[in-house]
C-alpha cells in the first residue's frame, strides 16, 4: 500500500515538473501565458484582432487540458501492476477512432471560419481612404510618403523617422522595398504586414487614440535590422496640417523612393555611422 502511494506522488511530482519547466521555457509572463497580455489597441481594428487571438488560445487551452488530463488518467488508471495479467489487446476500436477524426476536423473547419471572417475584414479596403501613406523599407531605415500631400519624411541624423498619422481618419498604407524583405510592425496596431521587393503591399486602419507609438522591422533584412525603428505620432488635424506644412517648407516635396533619395538616405545612414548615432 505505502508503495503505490510512494508511486502516485512521484506521478504527481513528476508531471507538476515537467509543467513547471514547460511554462517557464516559454519565457513568457503569467498574464502572457493565462491571460492574453497584450498592447492597447489604438485602431478600429484591435477590438477585432483581439478577439480573434484570445478565442484561439481559449480553444487551445481547452484541447491542450482535456489532452493532458486523458494522458495523465491513462498514466494512473492503466499503469503496469505487478502480477497483473497482460491487457486484452485490441486492434482497433471503431467508436474512438470516428472521435479522434471528426473532432479535430471539427476545430480546424471553426478555426478556419473565424480566422477567414477575420482575415477578410481586416484587409478590406475602402473606396476612398481618408489618407494613403507609401511607406518605404530600405536597409536600414524608412520614408514615409505622405501621397495626398506630396511630400516626404525620412528623418535626421540621430533621430529615428516619425510618422505622423490623423486621429480618426483612415489611412491606407501601401508598403514598398527597393532592397529586401522588410515587415512593418507597430504593435499597438495588433498588426504587421511584410514588404517585398517588386511588389505593393496594402492594409487600412483608422487611429483612434491620439499619442506616440514604437514601430520596427519584424523581419529579419541583414546587419543592421535592429536599428530599424521609427515611432508612430497619431495627432490631431490640425496637428497633422501643419506638420505637411512643415515638411513642405523644408523642400521635402514629391515622392521619396527614387534613386536620387535613396541616395541621399544612404548619407545619412553613414553620418549617423560617423557621428555613433543609432536612431
Not at 51 to 69: F, K, M, N, R, S
Not at 79 to 92: E, L
Not at 153 to 159: I, M
Not at 166 to 191: G, M
Request: net charge neutral; with cysteine.
Amino acid at each position: 500500500m505505502g508503495s503505490t502511494r510512494s508511486s502516485r506522488r512521484r506521478i504527481v511530482l513528476g508531471v507538476g515538473g515537467a509543467a513547471a519547466v514547460m511554462l517557464s521555457a516559454t519565457g513568457c509572463t503569467a498574464n502572457e501565458a493565462f491571460f492574453f497580455d497584450m498592447p492597447e489597441g489604438v485602431t478600429n481594428l484591435t477590438d477585432r484582432i483581439r478577439h480573434l487571438w484570445e478565442g484561439a488560445w481559449i480553444a487551445a487551452w481547452a484541447v491542450g487540458v482535456l489532452t493532458w488530463a486523458l494522458i495523465i488518467y491513462a498514466i494512473i488508471v492503466y499503469r503496469r501492476r505487478r502480477g497483473a495479467p497482460t491487457p486484452v489487446q485490441t486492434r482497433y476500436n471503431l467508436p474512438i477512432e470516428i472521435m479522434y477524426t471528426v473532432a479535430p476536423l471539427i476545430m480546424i473547419l471553426g478555426l478556419f471560419f473565424f480566422s477567414t471572417r477575420d482575415q477578410l475584414a481586416i484587409q478590406e479596403l475602402s473606396p476612398e481612404p481618408d489618407n494613403t501613406v507609401n511607406v518605404v523599407a530600405f536597409r536600414w531605415s524608412w520614408g514615409f510618403n505622405y501621397l495626398d500631400e506630396q511630400v516626404y519624411d525620412v528623418g535626421t541624423p540621430g533621430q529615428r523617422p516619425t510618422l505622423w498619422l490623423p486621429v480618426d481618419e483612415s489611412v491606407r498604407f501601401e508598403l514598398t522595398s527597393p532592397d529586401v524583405n522588410h515587415s512593418f510592425w507597430v504593435p499597438q496596431f495588433l498588426y504587421k504586414m511584410d514588404v517585398i521587393p517588386g511588389r505593393v503591399n496594402r492594409f487600412e486602419v483608422t487611429p483612434t487614440k491620439e499619442g506616440t507609438y514604437a514601430g520596427k522591422c519584424a523581419e529579419l533584412c541583414g546587419v543592421d535590422h535592429s536599428r530599424m525603428l521609427f515611432d508612430v505620432r497619431v495627432v490631431s488635424r490640425a496637428q497633422y496640417a501643419a506638420h505637411m506644412a512643415e515638411l513642405r517648407a523644408k523642400g521635402q516635396t514629391g515622392v521619396f523612393g527614387s534613386d536620387r533619395e535613396l541616395e541621399n538616405a544612404d548619407n545619412v545612414e553613414k553620418t549617423q555611422n560617423q557621428n555613433g548615432g543609432r536612431g
